[in-house]
């Protein structure tokens, strides 16, 4: 087994930046109401001299303005949550650590990605374009490879580690402080001189675990490999909703595609877990006074691509008139469906031939509405005049089913009748044929091609 660990650094700071970047100083407070201290700050804070644990009242008498958000950990829950639904593109074996960070068992996985440093950089450069920070350990424990993340992230100089008979060498001069043992322990052990792993392998394991308890011992043991460490693995849910607050007003719609895009992209990594796609996602948009834009986008063909998704958002975002400011936003899918990657040839593909086609009916939608760009649906009927209907060319528009000539309507599961003869033209009123010899004419004779 090999183990990937993702620790994210002052995660609730990272979330309040990564919808848009403060251009000012910026703190996350926490603490009680009425004397709320620094739980993070941004580099221009910290320039300024506010650090954590200080009163907001002395930190704002330090800078002025400051941009001050309380800390709100069901957010940062939510949002480590997405990033797991995120993370299931690299392997199917994710779990959530102490809503921190994430653990990846990637050790079935390297020969798709080719090989451990390859999957790496994906995952590195995934994060960054989502807006996260992070540092990364790698070990054949989860443990491990916690601590080696969190090691790197404190400027120690660690190495990747594939092997498990090395573990304890590697981890021999980190501080035991790298755990997430209690304050309590970690001064005790202190106080003893007793600072590095290697010191606390170095101690009989039952005079350990007599003065500071089991479980620290079992860490150890896990750490190293000695004992199981199995990890549940993260189920992603059938429904999807990501949502981010700027922490300041922004009235331009197109300012939005910038937080719009990591949302989406944080949403595509989910739907390449799952190995499915949209035909429709919503975005909705809050201003003051509780206030809610919600803009309904529809596609003609199932997608998952962030730049097909985007592109189509930009169309809605351009027509679309904000009522004031807008302060947070979220993305949300109430299915998803089945989705069919195209392999790249180099020879010509039929299957790929409408997908311009699908395009101009999605862009059509959205400039001009969705309910105002419609196509036939076929409808079991004998009539010809009542065999077709008209519908909305795209899943937003008027709650239709997307249907095409190939396949069938995930709704009514009526299928379009290509390739059957219908008549191409009726007359408003039937009109009687003159039969002569046995053969009806209309102006000459007239061949029945099929039927009845």
């Known amino acids: 087994m090999l183990w990937i660990a993702v620790y994210i650094p002052e995660l609730s700071l990272q ?38 644990n200080m009163s907001v009242a002395a930190a704002r008498a330090l800078v002025e303005p400051l941009l001050v958000i309380p800390r709100q950990v069901d957010t940062e829950r939510h949002a480590i949550h997405n990033l797991a639904c995120w993370a299931g593109q690299f392997t199917p ?38 807006g996260y920070r992070v540092c990364i350990g790698v070990a054949p424990t989860p443990m491990a490879a916690w601590v080696f993340a969190k090691a ?19 981890i021999a001069d980190l501080p035991v402080a790298l755990l997430d043992w209690p304050h309590d322990s970690i001064n005790k052990l202190a106080g003893l001189g007793i600072i590095r792993f ?56 197109m300012a939005l595609l910038f937080p719009l895009k990591r949302l989406l992209n944080e949403m595509e990594g989910y739907l390449r877990g799952r190995g499915s796609g949209v035909s429709a996602y919503r975005v909705t948009l809050y201003h003051p006074s509780r206030l809610k834009t919600t803009i309904h986008i529809g596609m003609a063909k199932v997608e998952r691509a962030t730049d097909r998704l985007l592109s189509l958002a930009r169309e809605h975002l351009h027509k679309t008139t904000l009522p004031d400011n807008v302060l947070a936003m979220s993305i949300e899918i109430d299915q998803t469906q089945p989705f069919q990657e195209i392999s790249a040839s180099w020879l010509p593909d039929p ?21 105002n760009v419609y196509q036939l649906q076929a409808i079991d009927d004998h009539r ?18 997307t249907l095409n000539t190939t396949r069938t ?44």
């Open 384 to 401: 010809p005049e009542r065999s077709l209907k008209l519908v909305a060319a795209t899943v937003a528009g008027s709650g239709a089913t």
């Open 93 to 130: 074996a994710v779990s959530i650590y102490l809503d921190e960070g994430l653990l990846l068992e990637v050790g079935a996985t390297l020969t798709l990605h080719q090989g451990l440093t390859t999957l790496i950089n994906k995952l590195r450069l995934g994060l960054h374009t989502l």
């Open 351 to 371: 299957q790929q031939q409408p997908d311009s086609w699908y395009r101009l009916i999605d862009k059509l939608s959205a400039r001009l509405g969705t309910d």
């Open 15 to 52: 979330i309040a930046t990564r919808g848009q970047p403060a251009a000012g100083a910026l703190v996350i407070s926490a603490g009680a109401d009425n004397r709320p201290v620094i739980h993070a700050a941004n580099d221009i804070a910290q320039q300024a001299g506010i650090k954590v």
């Open 152 to 170: 790197r992230y404190h400027g120690y100089d660690v190495r990747m580690c594939q092997h498990i008979d090395a573990i304890a060498t590697r």
């Open 198 to 253: 290697a010191d606390c392998l170095a101690l009989p394991a039952d005079g350990f675990a007599k003065r500071f308890g089991k479980n620290c011992l079992f860490d150890l043991q896990r750490v190293i490999g000695s004992r199981p460490d199995p990890r549940l693995s993260f189920v992603p849910p059938d429904t999807y909703r990501a949502h981010t607050e700027f922490g300041f007003d922004i009235n331009d719609s």
């Open 409 to 452: 309507s995930s709704n009514n599961k009526t299928p379009f009748l290509a390739g059957k003869l219908r008549p191409t033209f009726l007359l408003a009123t039937p009109r009687k044929l003159l039969s002569h010899e046995g053969r009806p004419t209309c102006h000459g004779a007239v061949d029945i091609i099929s039927g009845p």
